[in-house]
């Protein structure tokens, strides 16, 4: 199964340009994992139209969003327990920090910091798609996560 991953979009609605790139990068997902920092209400709906979305909120995003989306969840898919969360505060030891959020894990997709990720840590798969939103520090980037025998994940540059 494949699932296209999102964090940190922070638009203000989903422009022809975001589109373009959803509809190329994940053409052939099954599900959308988004991480939080939409920002707007419009991003998780028009995400929702491509595919079915699983998504936590992020702490720049707008109550409406936050009442929709919890702040962290396990899922499980192909019989791996996946942790989602955005994160919070500085980016060193981040991964730390959101590791015991979690009881017994596999994975955890992550966001806030706007940088990939992408490895294993103690037999627990890290994997942040940094930000599909151009920064002065970051390129753009999102994520596909593979899951089959194992989980397998690649970012990609837009």
Known sequence: MKIGVLSDTHLSEPSSEFKKMIEFHFRDVEKIFHVGDFVDWSIPEYLSGVRELIAVCGNMDPPPV????????????????????????PPFGIESRIRVEFDELDAIVYGHTHTPANHLVKNIYFFNPGSPTRSFWHSATLGILTIGEKIAGEIINI
Not at 71 to 86: N, S
């Open 66 to 89: 936050q009442k929709a989306f919890p702040h962290k969840r396990v899922i499980e898919i192909g019989g791996f327990r996946i942790g989602l969360i955005h994160g919070g505060g």
